[in-house]
């Protein structure tokens, strides 16, 4: 009867050192997985947005307001995209490149924008589309494609 009890005493004790680590390092684990989480979701965001840049074209960002377009030249490259954003700071504008085969209009207080290649090199000038007054026909922007 005692070996029995002694027995049984030694089986718990095994049991307690061989199975009860694992479940105690399984429990620490869950409690740290919310934690573990983050850093994760934050290296695949991470992740996700270069790789993401390394692909998205080039953002250029033109202000118009009359009678002037701000800057007033822009170089590109022939053959990369960009991202061409015209943002209007007062009235309704247009800008169109005749050449290039471009045309934004925006409205007043707005912003619009178009992806295109330039597929030329040269110069260009680009003029305002959309009559904004007297200094309308003065409103320009010049476009150097480079190779
Ligand atoms: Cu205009």
């Known amino acids: 009867m005692t070996t029995a009890v002694r027995l049984m005493a030694t089986v718990k004790k095994m049991l307690n050192t061989t199975l009860g680590e694992p479940m105690k390092l399984r429990s620490r684990l869950l409690t740290k997985l919310p934690l573990l989480k983050f850093p994760l ?84 000038t680009g003029h305002c589309s959309v009559f904004c007054g007297s200094g309308h026909g003065s409103m320009a922007l010049k476009l150097h494609v480079t190779e």
């Open 41 to 124: 979701l934050l290296a695949l965001a991470i992740a996700f947005v270069s790789a993401h840049a390394q692909g998205a074209p080039k953002r250029i960002e033109v202000t118009a307001h009359r009678f002037n377009f701000s800057p007033a030249e822009i170089t590109l490259k022939k053959g990369e995209p960009v991202v061409l954003v015209l943002k209007s700071t007062d009235v309704a504008h247009g800008l169109r490149f005749r050449d290039l085969h471009v045309e934004l209009n925006v409205r007043a207080g707005s912003s619009t924008e178009v992806t295109f290649t330039p597929d030329k090199t040269g110069d260009f």
